[in-house]
Every structure is written in structure tokens, then in C-alpha cells.
């Protein structure tokens, strides 16, 4: 059965209905130039962006789940974050934790050393740097243990190798029963750590499938306004505008 | 050391409360005259202690404690830590009720528990209002409409003040206004209690949505918060924290504004863990300014809104400059 099914999902004035279905196991990338609706198809999935159309969860309406199982089962890592106080590296881990009602210390720890930042669990999180902030902003979200991860430009704005950390925490999250979905901006990156990406540009969705079935040059050229060189078979893949 | 905050500042508040029955210009034994007065004795320090210091330090704590929390609750909703809980428009519309019945007379039957009545009627208009004007905006509307009835309040009370019938009205009620739990009764804390209980009850049920709003209205949505809901129910508990201290007591002013600030240190900066220290840490405070009141000089008695006012004042400039040299 499949993780989500989204059926004439639309958004009025920013995305058009979409049709697309995710397994569990998978990792799905929602890529397409600025202003294409990715972050506008997360918000809905994540339940914070009011949508017409159908989201089905294991084949159940997403709608007619509460709030709290919804939080529970749907963990949101937004584009943007920031403290308004100056909370310390586990109290914002804990965060994660509040679709569940507890402060499970086991669960708040496990997150915290996957993502290698439990040697500053007492330091303030304003007091790290942008890529040791991402780690914690995750953390967050792992805590939760969320079957459907959303993470909306997790990698955008980090270094090399914070954006390969960032990426490998996301690709070990998606096994078995769960399953991610990330907007990224990064082709090369998309092509090399999601199983299945969707192609979005002006809020209609150009192309959905394999990296291989939406990477193609005719793809890429229609979505980016530019002609690009696509080379799948290199190791890492390489999406370079000519 | 953030565990042990609440026990601490509990055991601080006990602590100021029995040393606050235990000042004044008579000698009395404190226990005694209490134990006395409960059992329902009528010696002179049974009088003293039961009918004249008890409810001023009853109230001076109530009082306290729900700026304290008002203010916790509002700057944890607004995400920002220069909130003050009389954005609600309660506190102007309680003072604007109270000051009604120095103007008119109203409410005769009352006595003096008239102002407080009247002031917690004027607190209840006002929240009808805001509500009424912000619709099913969020919270960002909902204190700006707040602030509108705020501002109609205090412009309705300037014009109450500008015709005032005769100079000693206007000075009863600027007196009023400056803020004092003296010479009220017990029957003030009937008023307030409840108030204090239902506020409190309102604020508590949404600690988790001021912890998620940490992170932002997106974050806490995404978290199964519901935000709009339980940003009015916030508001709700202030404006009746507020509108009832108001009423009861005039306008002690700067302790919603800064108790919290003092407090959050202690607790992380935790938004859902200040409350109820911020709670305790107001009543402290107000508890021992009331007492530095009561310990000037005799004469011409200093307010104890006007006591806050003076060491507040100062605080908030601090905090201002504090925070603006984190835009620097």
C-alpha cells in the first residue's frame, strides 16, 4: 500500500491539481525553479497550508485524521527557522516530542546523537553555527519519529559537507515503513539520494517518477528556462546548466 | 537549578507573605492573632491580623501572581519578551469602569467594593469588544484590536477626568488609578480569586502551544497545536488576569513586563516552564513592594503602582538597552 496518494491535489492560485503516490521506503524529491509551488505541496502535506482534493495516508483521508495524530505521523521541517528564546539544543529537540505529550528522554537523546549534536545539548542553539543548526532543526523533527518526514530545503544555505550530513540523516530516515519528502534545490543531489523526484514549475507538475524518468535534459530545459548538461551515470550524478 | 525554582520561589512568597503580616505599626504575634481570627476570635490581634493585613497581603500576592503569569503568557504567545499584558485593553477598560462610579456614583449599594465591581465589569466590556473587533483574526490581529480599545478606554477616561464633578472625586480617582491593595477587604479576593483561577486554568491548558510558538505559528501548526484557538484562549486568560487586577487594585504597572523577563533565565527560557514561577516571582515582588510601602516614613502615603512604576521604569530602560545591542 502506498505511503501517501495525493489525487487532484490543488492549491487556488498556487498549484495546480496534482496526481502522485509515494511508498513506503522511499525518499521523494520535490524539485523546480523559485516560486515553482514545492513549498506550497509540503505546507499541504504537513497539514499547515489548506488544500482542495485528496491526501490519503495509507490509504486513509488525511483530513480526517486529528491534528495530534496528524503531528504524530507527519513530522515538518519548515524552510526557515528560529528561536524566539534562547532555548538550549535539547529543549528544542524535546520540541519534537509534544504531538506525543511527553518528554521521552531515550527518544530525545537517540535523535540527538544520530545527528551528532548531543556533545551541545546544553549549549544555546543561537550560539551555533548555520550547518550545526540544521542538525538540531532535524533532530527536532526525528524526535517525533515521524513516518512521513517533509523537509523543506533542509540542505539550502549549508556547506559540502553539512549538506551531505543533512542528506544521508534524511536518506537513513526513509526505510522500511517511512518515507521522506524533501524540496531541494541541488539536481545533483536529488539525483543521487531520492528514489523518485517531482518536477514542479508554475504550480503544475511537469514530470513525477525515477530520477532517471524526470532528469532528462527536455525535463530540466521546460522547468529552468536553460539548457543543461545531465550526466546520470557519473558517480556523484551531474545537473550542470550549459 | 531549573526544578527547583518553583519550590524556591514558593517558599519565597510564604516567606514574604508571613513577614508582611507581621509589619505594621502595632506589635502583634502573628500566628496567634491568625489562628485566632480563624477560629473565629475577636481580639485585637485577630482584628488586626485577619481584617486589615491578611487581605492587603492576600491581595498584594494575588495581584502579583497574575501580572506575573498575564505577562509570561502574552510575551510567550507574542514571542516577544517587551509584551505587555495591558495590550489585552482589559487593564484600561477595568480603570475606565472603576472610574465610572467616582464620576457617576453608581453602584451605592456596593460601597467601597463599588470601584472593583465597576472595573471588572469595564474589563469584561472591553474583552467583548476586542474579541468582537478582531473576528477570527490571529493573534497578531487580536492584540491590535486590544490596543484599539485600549486607546478608546484611555481616551474615555481622560474625558471622565476632564469632567470631573468636583477636585476630590478627581483626586479619589487618580489615587485609585495609581494602584494600592490598601484598605480593601477580603471580599476583593472574591473577585479576584475566581478570576485568578479561570485565568490561570485557561493559560495552563495551552503551556505547550507558547512552547511550540517557540518556533514559530508554522512550526506549532505542524506540531498539531491548534494555534488560533488557543492563542484567544491566552488572550482570554490575560485580559481577565489583567481586567480583575485592575479592577481590584488600579494599575501596578511594569510587573507583567518584567518579572518574566527576570525569570526566564532561571527556567531556560523555557515559555510553558515560566509560567508559574513568573506567577510566584510577581507575587513576591508586589508582595515586597507593598511592604517597602508600608515601611516609608509616615505622611503622605506613596501608591504601590507608583513604588513599581519607580523601580520598573529603570528596569525596562536597562532591558531596552540590553536588547538593542543585540540589533547592533
Same mark, same amino acid.
Given at each position: 500500500?502506498?505511503?501517501?496518494?495525493?489525487?487532484?491535489?490543488?492549491?487556488?492560485?498556487?498549484?495546480?491539481?496534482?496526481?502522485?503516490? !509515494?511508498?513506503?521506503?522511499?525518499?521523494?524529491?520535490?524539485?523546480?525553479?523559485?516560486g515553482? +509551488?514545492?513549498?506550497?505541496?509540503?505546507?499541504?502535506?504537513a497539514?499547515?497550508?489548506?488544500?482542495?482534493?485528496?491526501?490519503?495516508?495509507?490509504g486513509?483521508d488525511?483530513?480526517?485524521l486529528?491534528?495530534?495524530?496528524r503531528?504524530? =505521523?507527519?513530522?515538518?521541517?519548515?524552510?526557515?527557522?528560529?528561536?524566539a528564546?534562547?532555548?538550549?539544543?535539547?529543549?528544542?529537540?524535546?520540541?519534537?516530542?509534544?504531538?506525543?505529550?511527553?518528554? #521521552?528522554?531515550a527518544?530525545?537523546?537517540?535523535?540527538?546523537a544520530?545527528? +551528532?549534536?548531543?556533545?551541545?545539548?546544553?549549549?544555546?542553539?543561537?550560539q551555533?553555527?548555520? +550547518?550545526?543548526?540544521?542538525?538540531?532543526?532535524?533532530? =527536532?523533527?526525528l524526535?517525533?519519529?515521524p513516518? !512521513?518526514? !517533509?523537509a523543506?530545503?533542509?540542505?539550502?544555505s549549508?556547506?559540502?559537507?553539512?549538506?551531505?550530513?543533512?542528506?544521508?540523516?534524511? =536518506?537513513?530516515?526513509?526505510r522500511?515503513?517511512?518515507?521522506?519528502?524533501?524540496?531541494?534545490? #541541488?539536481l545533483?543531489?536529488?539525483?543521487?539520494?531520492?528514489?523518485k523526484?517531482?518536477?514542479l514549475a508554475?504550480?503544475?507538475l511537469?514530470?513525477?517518477?525515477?530520477?532517471?524518468?524526470v532528469?532528462?535534459?527536455?525535463?530540466?530545459?521546460?522547468?529552468?528556462?536553460?539548457?543543461v548538461?545531465?550526466?546520470?551515470?557519473?558517480?556523484?550524478?551531474?545537473?550542470?546548466?550549459? | 537549578?531549573?526544578?527547583?525554582?518553583?519550590p524556591?520561589?514558593?517558599?519565597?512568597?510564604?516567606?514574604?507573605?508571613?513577614?508582611?503580616?507581621?509589619?505594621?505599626?502595632? %506589635?502583634?504575634?502573628?500566628?496567634?492573632?491568625?489562628?485566632?481570627?480563624?477560629?473565629?476570635?475577636?481580639?485585637?490581634?485577630?482584628i488586626?491580623?485577619?481584617?486589615i493585613?491578611?487581605?492587603?497581603?492576600?491581595?498584594? &500576592?494575588?495581584?502579583?501572581?497574575?501580572?506575573?503569569l498575564? $505577562?509570561?503568557?502574552?510575551?510567550?504567545? &507574542?514571542?516577544?519578551?517587551?509584551?505587555?499584558?495591558?495590550?489585552?485593553?482589559?487593564? %484600561?477598560?477595568?480603570?475606565?469602569g472603576?472610574a465610572?462610579?467616582?464620576?457617576?456614583?453608581?453602584?451605592?449599594?456596593?460601597?467601597?467594593?463599588?470601584?472593583?465591581?465597576? $472595573?471588572?465589569?469595564?474589563a469584561?466590556?472591553?474583552?467583548?469588544?476586542m474579541l468582537?473587533?478582531?473576528?477570527?483574526?490571529?493573534?497578531?490581529?487580536?492584540?491590535?484590536?486590544?490596543?484599539?480599545?485600549?486607546?478608546?478606554?484611555?481616551?474615555?477616561l481622560?474625558?471622565?477626568?476632564?469632567?470631573?464633578?468636583?477636585?476630590?472625586?478627581?483626586q479619589?480617582?487618580?489615587f485609585?488609578?495609581?494602584?494600592?491593595?490598601?484598605?480593601r477587604?477580603?471580599?476583593?479576593?472574591?473577585?479576584?480569586?475566581?478570576?485568578?483561577?479561570?485565568?490561570?486554568?485557561l493559560?495552563?491548558? %495551552?503551556?505547550?502551544?507558547?512552547?511550540?510558538l517557540?518556533?514559530?505559528?508554522?512550526?506549532a501548526?505542524?506540531?498539531?497545536?491548534?494555534?488560533?484557538?488557543?492563542?484567544r484562549?491566552i488572550?482570554?486568560?490575560?485580559?481577565?488576569?489583567?481586567?480583575?487586577?485592575?479592577?481590584v487594585?488600579?494599575?501596578?504597572?511594569?510587573?507583567?513586563?518584567l518579572?518574566?523577563?527576570?525569570?526566564?533565565?532561571?527556567?531556560?527560557?523555557?515559555?510553558?516552564?515560566?509560567?508559574?514561577?513568573?506567577?510566584?516571582?510577581?507575587?513576591s515582588?508586589?508582595?515586597?513592594a507593598?511592604?517597602?510601602?508600608?515601611?516609608?516614613?509616615?505622611g503622605?502615603?506613596?501608591?504601590?503602582?507608583?513604588?513599581?512604576?519607580?523601580?520598573?521604569?529603570?528596569?525596562?530602560?536597562?532591558?531596552v538597552?540590553?536588547?538593542?545591542? %543585540?540589533?547592533?
Amino acid at each position: 500500500m502506498d505511503l501517501i496518494r495525493l489525487d487532484r491535489l490543488a492549491v487556488p492560485g498556487r498549484l495546480q491539481p496534482l496526481r502522485l503516490a !509515494l511508498a513506503p521506503g522511499e525518499m521523494l524529491g520535490v524539485i523546480g525553479p523559485n516560486g515553482a +509551488g514545492k513549498s506550497t505541496l509540503l505546507n499541504a502535506l504537513a497539514g499547515v497550508q489548506p488544500y482542495s482534493g485528496t491526501l490519503d495516508y495509507f490509504g486513509f483521508d488525511a483530513r480526517r485524521l486529528g491534528p495530534k495524530q496528524r503531528a504524530q =505521523r507527519i513530522g515538518f521541517l519548515p524552510q526557515s527557522h528560529h528561536s524566539a528564546w534562547s532555548l538550549c539544543v535539547e529543549d528544542v529537540v524535546a520540541l519534537g516530542r509534544l504531538p506525543w505529550g511527553d518528554e #521521552d528522554a531515550a527518544l530525545i537523546e537517540s535523535a540527538m546523537a544520530r545527528t +551528532g549534536v548531543l556533545p551541545w545539548r546544553r549549549r544555546k542553539v543561537a550560539q551555533l553555527s548555520g +550547518g550545526e543548526q540544521a542538525r538540531v532543526w532535524l533532530a =527536532r523533527v526525528l524526535a517525533g519519529q515521524p513516518v !512521513l518526514l !517533509l523537509a523543506d530545503e533542509p540542505v539550502a544555505s549549508l556547506d559540502l559537507l553539512h549538506q551531505r550530513k543533512v542528506m544521508e540523516l534524511l =536518506r537513513e530516515h526513509a526505510r522500511q515503513d517511512r518515507a521522506v519528502v524533501l524540496s531541494i534545490h #541541488d539536481l545533483g543531489l536529488a539525483a543521487r539520494y531520492c528514489d523518485k523526484l517531482c518536477l514542479l514549475a508554475e504550480g503544475q507538475l511537469l514530470a513525477f517518477g525515477t530520477p532517471r524518468e524526470v532528469l532528462t535534459e527536455a525535463h530540466v530545459a521546460a522547468a529552468f528556462q536553460v539548457e543543461v548538461h545531465v550526466d546520470l551515470d557519473a558517480q556523484p550524478p551531474i545537473i550542470l546548466p550549459k | 537549578m531549573a526544578r527547583l525554582i518553583t519550590p524556591l520561589l514558593a517558599l519565597l512568597a510564604l516567606g514574604l507573605a508571613l513577614l508582611s503580616l507581621g509589619l505594621g505599626s502595632t %506589635q502583634v504575634s502573628v500566628i496567634t492573632g491568625l489562628l485566632d481570627w480563624l477560629s473565629g476570635g475577636n481580639g485585637a490581634d485577630a482584628i488586626v491580623i485577619g481584617e486589615i493585613r491578611l487581605p492587603r497581603t492576600l491581595l498584594a &500576592l494575588a495581584v502579583g501572581a497574575a501580572l506575573g503569569l498575564a $505577562g509570561a503568557a502574552l510575551q510567550g504567545l &507574542l514571542r516577544n519578551p517587551l509584551a505587555d499584558p495591558g495590550l489585552t485593553g482589559a487593564s %484600561q477598560g477595568a480603570a475606565l469602569g472603576a472610574a465610572t462610579v467616582f464620576y457617576f456614583g453608581l453602584l451605592p449599594w456596593a460601597g467601597a467594593f463599588a470601584p472593583a465591581l465597576a $472595573g471588572l465589569c469595564g474589563a469584561a466590556i472591553a474583552l467583548v469588544l476586542m474579541l468582537a473587533l478582531a473576528g477570527s483574526s490571529g493573534a497578531g490581529m487580536v492584540l491590535l484590536a486590544g490596543l484599539a480599545i485600549s486607546t478608546l478606554s484611555g481616551a474615555l477616561l481622560a474625558a471622565v477626568l476632564n469632567f470631573a464633578p468636583n477636585p476630590y472625586a478627581m483626586q479619589e480617582l487618580v489615587f485609585w488609578l495609581l494602584g494600592s491593595v490598601s484598605e480593601r477587604g477580603l471580599e476583593h479576593l472574591l473577585l479576584l480569586g475566581p478570576a485568578l483561577l479561570i485565568g490561570f486554568g485557561l493559560i495552563w491548558s %495551552q503551556r505547550r502551544l507558547l512552547l511550540g510558538l517557540s518556533l514559530g505559528e508554522q512550526v506549532a501548526q505542524s506540531l498539531g497545536l491548534a494555534h488560533k484557538r488557543g492563542s484567544r484562549l491566552i488572550v482570554l486568560g490575560c485580559a481577565l488576569l489583567v481586567g480583575a487586577s485592575v479592577a481590584v487594585a488600579g494599575g501596578i504597572g511594569f510587573v507583567g513586563l518584567l518579572v518574566p523577563h527576570l525569570v526566564r533565565p532561571l527556567v531556560r527560557h523555557r515559555p510553558d516552564r515560566l509560567l508559574i514561577p513568573s506567577a510566584l516571582a510577581g507575587a513576591s515582588l508586589v508582595c515586597l513592594a507593598d511592604m517597602a510601602v508600608r515601611l516609608l516614613p509616615p505622611g503622605r502615603e506613596l501608591k504601590l503602582g507608583v513604588l513599581t512604576a519607580l523601580i520598573g521604569a529603570p528596569l525596562f530602560i536597562w532591558l531596552v538597552w540590553k536588547e538593542r545591542k %543585540q540589533w547592533i
